[in-house]
């Protein structure tokens, strides 16, 4: 074939996509309309559903790390331990492995959760104290039960040091 033959190919070829699926202007309006028509059905189901959402949230529990996928977990126990100040006074919901720490100083047992990143190579906690009066080790889960804490975030003071710690409501053992 010659030059010019290839060149009425390609020309045809360049201008198939370019003009054969080309809308009416009826066909842009009725899926115009149809948009329109799935954005009214959204709006009003999704404000409430936000509603239900907030205010269950609102009235509960501010930080719920539960709902989050892995990564994210780690990524807002990373902020947490990083801003404290940010969450104070704070209700945080967590889901975490039981640990036990005695002090090597004292009488003292500190208790926490800890929580795995997504890979399950590295590991962040909590201190917490469970709200009330309560006995290690009648009172609490076995060591590396899986539990699930609710609380409000505090700190403390010891030996001059700052530290925070969840005072719990809630503990709930998983497993």
């Known amino acids: 074939m010659g030059k010019k033959t290839w060149l009425i190919i390609l020309c045809f070829v360049v201008m198939i996509p370019l003009f054969g699926c080309s809308k009416s202007d009826e066909d842009e309006q009725s899926s115009q309309e149809q948009v329109e028509e799935l954005s009214e059905d959204k709006e009003a189901p999704q404000s409430q559903r936000e509603e ?3 205010n269950e949230t609102e009235e509960s529990v501010d930080v719920d ?33 039981f640990r036990v720490y005695p002090s090597l100083e004292t009488d003292a047992v500190y208790f926490a959760v800890v929580i795995p990143d997504a ?40 030996d001059g040091l700052e530290y925070f710690y969840v005072v719990a409501d809630e503990l709930v053992i998983l497993e």
């Open 65 to 97: 790390l539960t709902k989050l996928s892995s990564t994210m977990v780690y990524s807002e126990v990373y902020n947490i331990i990083m801003v404290p100040d940010d969450y104070i006074g704070k209700t945080i919901k967590m889901k975490g492995f």
């Open 119 to 158: 890979t399950a190579c590295c590991e962040q906690g909590f201190e917490f104290v469970l709200r009330g009066e309560h006995t290690y080790p009648e009172d609490y889960p076995t060591e590396d039960a899986e539990i699930e804490i609710t609380g409000v975030l505090e700190t403390y003071e010891e």
């Open 52 to 54: 239900s959402i907030s």
